[in-house]
C-alpha cells in the first residue's frame, strides 16, 4: 500500500537555528499537507499545497515557515529562526478525494525538540 | 470555540467489549474523518464519511448530516485497539484545499 514516508524521524535543534522537515507524498495525490500536534494537544492545520503552490495556511504558519516542492516527490517545510515553541510533532499528508474510502493518508511524524 | 467535539475523553473497557466513540460538529462540514493515532505518534486513517454508514472488519462508522453527529463503534474490541482516536472534519469554509480541523482525541485503553 502507498506510503507517505518522513524524514527525520526525531529532529533536536537549537534555539534560532533553521530547520528542513522532509517528506514524500503519495505520489499520484493531488494535494500535500503539513499538521503539527503540541505535546497533548490536538493535531493543527499549518498549510496546504496544490499544483505547486500554496493553497491555504493557518494563523501558525508565519514568516518563519515555508514550503517546497522541488522535484516533483519531496515536499519539505522549512522553520527558520526556530523557537521553544515549535517543539511538536510534524505530520506530513496528502489526499486523493478521489478516493473514496480514506481520503488522507499521514506520514509517520518528525518530532521536533527545539531546545 | 471548538468547532468538532468527542466524547468520552478517556474510555477504558473490558476485552471483547462493544465501544462507541461520538463526535459533534457546529459547522457545515463535506467529510468527517475517523483517525487512530498510536503510541508513538502515527496517525492512520480509518474512515471517511459524508453520509450514511461504513464498516471495515470490526470498525463500524456512522453519520448523522442533519444531527451533526458520527460515532465510532469498535466490536468484540481487544488490547491492540488501545490507541487514540481522533475525529476530524473537512469545513465547507475550507475551500479546495480541503484540510481537516480535528477534534481533541478519544484515549481508548482496552484490558486483557
Known amino acids: 500500500e502507498p506510503e507517505v514516508t518522513q524524514t527525520p524521524s526525531h529532529q533536536v535543534t537549537q534555539m534560532g537555528q533553521e530547520v528542513i522537515l522532509r517528506c514524500v507524498p503519495i505520489?499520484?495525490?493531488?494535494?500535500f499537507y503539513w499538521y503539527r500536534q503540541i505535546l497533548g494537544q490536538k493535531v493543527e492545520f499549518l498549510v496546504s499545497f496544490y499544483n505547486n503552490e500554496i493553497s491555504e495556511k493557518s494563523e501558525i504558519f508565519d514568516d518563519r515557515f515555508s514550503v517546497e516542492r522541488p522535484d516533483g516527490s519531496n515536499f519539505t517545510l522549512k522553520i527558520r529562526s526556530t523557537k521553544l515553541e515549535d517543539s511538536a510533532m510534524y505530520f506530513c499528508?496528502?489526499?486523493?478525494?478521489?478516493?473514496?474510502?480514506?481520503?488522507?493518508?499521514f506520514g509517520s511524524g518528525t518530532r521536533l525538540t527545539v531546545v | 470555540k471548538n468547532e468538532v467535539e468527542q466524547s468520552p475523553q478517556n474510555l477504558t473497557a473490558q476485552e471483547g467489549e462493544f465501544i462507541t466513540i461520538n463526535c459533534s460538529y457546529s459547522?457545515?462540514?463535506?467529510?468527517l474523518h475517523w483517525l487512530q493515532q498510536h503510541p508513538g505518534g502515527g496517525i492512520v486513517s480509518l474512515f471517511m464519511?459524508?453520509?450514511g454508514k461504513k464498516k471495515h472488519g470490526r470498525l463500524i462508522a456512522t453519520i448523522n448530516i442533519q444531527e451533526k453527529h458520527s460515532s465510532l463503534h469498535i466490536t468484540a474490541s481487544h488490547p491492540r485497539d488501545s490507541a487514540v482516536y481522533i475525529c476530524?472534519?473537512?469545513?465547507?469554509?475550507?475551500?479546495?484545499?480541503?484540510?481537516?480541523?480535528f477534534g481533541s482525541g478519544t484515549q481508548l485503553t482496552v484490558l486483557p
Open positions: 464519511l459524508s453520509s
Open positions: 476530524a472534519v473537512t469545513l465547507f469554509s475550507s475551500g479546495s484545499a480541503r484540510q481537516l480541523t
Open positions: 505520489s499520484n495525490h493531488l494535494y
Open positions: 499528508a496528502s489526499s486523493d478525494y478521489r478516493d473514496r474510502n480514506y481520503g488522507y493518508t
Open positions: 459547522v457545515g462540514i463535506s467529510a
